[in-house]
């Protein structure tokens, strides 16, 4: 089974700040996917970002960009120049590559600070 | 336009009461989700369905009875509930069951249910 840890429950930053967001996950598949998901006031969960598990570059998308590490199993989320529109719950998760079933974490609530 | 529509966005009812959920996606998927998702807790996977037939039960009580008409929409029926099920139910719909982008989940914004 899989299992995903967020270790920072809350986290917090300044506006136009970077900030990392920590995640570990233990898994046996080789082929397999990783998320963060953010989750704003209103409750949508929205994807951000996602990592194929076979490739080595890390993943960007604009303002966010993650850090791999697939041997100690880390998949960290930076966030660059943070905007006030950032604050948010933010979710690691995992996907095996031959199913849909994810397993997200606990979750990290991030406070922008204008 | 969200693509993935929730109703109510929040319901009290009683532990006797009888209620449903609904959720409605536009984005033309086949594959839809419930999840559970309590304070500090992971989000929990409770149903899927795909082309409108159930391909899991992640061990639900029979207090939750899901319902897929059609891939577009799904209900989630609520019976004789506990304290304990008061959370946040988040319905999500992929384009399939599969890996890769087609298996991707988009959400709606949840329905927050407190049972008295």
């Known amino acids: 089974a899989q299992t995903v840890t967020q270790s920072q429950p809350e986290m917090s930053v300044q506006e136009a700040e970077t900030v990392t967001l920590s995640c570990t996950y233990d898994?046996?598949?080789?082929?397999?996917?990783l998320f963060w998901y953010k989750q704003p006031p209103s409750r949508q969960m929205i994807l951000v970002i996602r990592q194929e598990a076979y490739k080595q570059q890390n993943a960007t998308e604009n303002r966010f960009s993650v850090n791999f590490q697939k041997a100690a199993k880390s998949f960290s989320l930076k966030i660059s120049d943070s905007q006030l529109g950032d604050a948010a719950m933010y979710f690691c998760a995992h996907r095996p590559g031959s199913n849909y079933k994810l397993t997200f974490g606990k979750g990290t609530l991030l406070t922008v600070n204008p | 336009e969200t693509g993935v529509t929730q109703t109510p966005r929040h319901l009290v009812m009683g532990m006797t009461n009888k209620k449903s959920l609904k959720c409605e996606q536009h984005?033309?998927?086949?594959?839809m989700y419930w999840y559970k998702q309590s304070a500090k807790k992971p989000l929990e996977l409770m149903f899927v369905y795909n082309f409108k037939e159930q391909t899991e039960n992640n061990s639900v009580p029979s207090r939750f009875s899901p319902e897929c008409p059609n891939s577009s929409h799904l209900f989630l029926h609520l019976h004789t509930l506990q304290p304990e099920d008061s959370a946040l139910y988040l319905c999500a719909s992929s384009q399939s069951l599969g890996g890769g982008k087609a298996g991707e989940l988009f959400f709606g914004e949840g329905s927050r249910l407190t049972v008295l």
């Open positions: 984005l033309g998927h086949n594959a």
């Open positions: 898994t046996s598949e080789s082929d397999y996917y």
